[in-house]
């Protein structure tokens, strides 16, 4: 059965050190899930519910390099994260189990156009007009959890043309990462290929072009680029 117009490519993330693949079905985000962010951004640290919002497998940036600023936007800010990739889905993935169902680990940017989100946030309605736009996901390429492990500690870090602006540790985390997908898995069908952003320290800030930020988490990855 043929399509009535060209398929889509298949967004995907490379595999660390080989010519494989890992296809992305859905990219979900954890938000305020630092109690020093949580604070930045004018709220309560105390660890009430996480809260999700997705971005589009086809934001992904696969790699660094130049990243376009986008239109619509006088305020862009970076959030560097760990992110995940499942290799196994369900419903109600218990905590104790939800490690079973990860593949790997990378690094990853959730660039969030802020003045729009601001304004979305004031009048009730999707963040998505500030979080899913073109190349808003820069991310590395993944790394199997047995070459890696499991990340629970560690440094992330990021810095801005040399100058470290954030620099935190995966143990803040309000929210870890067994909590995190048995509290997804509640409320969606999690699948193989779903990508979770699991939440940003403190330090974001605008970019302007020129730009370059590079930042890492300790074990997994780094990832640079360039605002132009």
Not at 36 to 63: S, T, W, Y
Not at 98 to 114: E, P
Not at 151 to 172: A, K, T, Y
Not at 197 to 224: H, I, M, S, Y
Request: glycine residues 12%.
């Amino acid at each position: 059965m043929a399509y009535v117009i060209p398929q889509p490519p298949q967004p995907f993330l490379p595999v660390a050190g080989t010519d494989e693949r890992f296809p992305v079905r859905r990219i979900y985000c954890v938000g305020r899930n630092y109690a020093e962010h949580a604070i930045e951004m004018g709220h309560d640290p105390d660890r009430e519910p996480p809260f999700f919002f997705q971005k589009c497998p086809d934001n992904l940036m696969v790699g660094g390099g130049d990243w376009p600023y986008p239109v619509a936007s006088a305020d862009v800010h970076w959030e560097l994260e760990l992110v995940l990739g499942l290799k196994e889905g369900g419903t109600d993935i218990p905590a104790a189990k939800a490690l079973d169902h990860v593949y790997g680990y990378a690094v990853g940017l959730d660039m969030t156009r802020r003045d729009l989100q601001g304004e979305a946030k004031k009048m009730g309605r999707p963040w998505d007009v500030g979080k899913a736009f073109e190349l808003s996901a820069p991310c590395t390429a993944i790394h199997p959890a047995s070459e890696v492990g499991h990340p629970d500690h560690g440094r992330i870090w990021l810095e801005r043309n040399g100058e470290v602006r954030q620099d935190g540790d995966l143990n803040q985390m309000i929210w870890k990462i067994p909590e995190m997908i048995e509290y997804l898995s509640g409320l969606f069908t999690l699948a193989p290929g779903d990508l979770i952003f699991t939440g940003t320290p403190a330090g974001v800030g605008a970019v302007q072009r020129g730009d370059v930020l590079k930042g890492a988490v300790d074990g997994v990855d780094e990832l640079t680029i360039k605002v132009v």
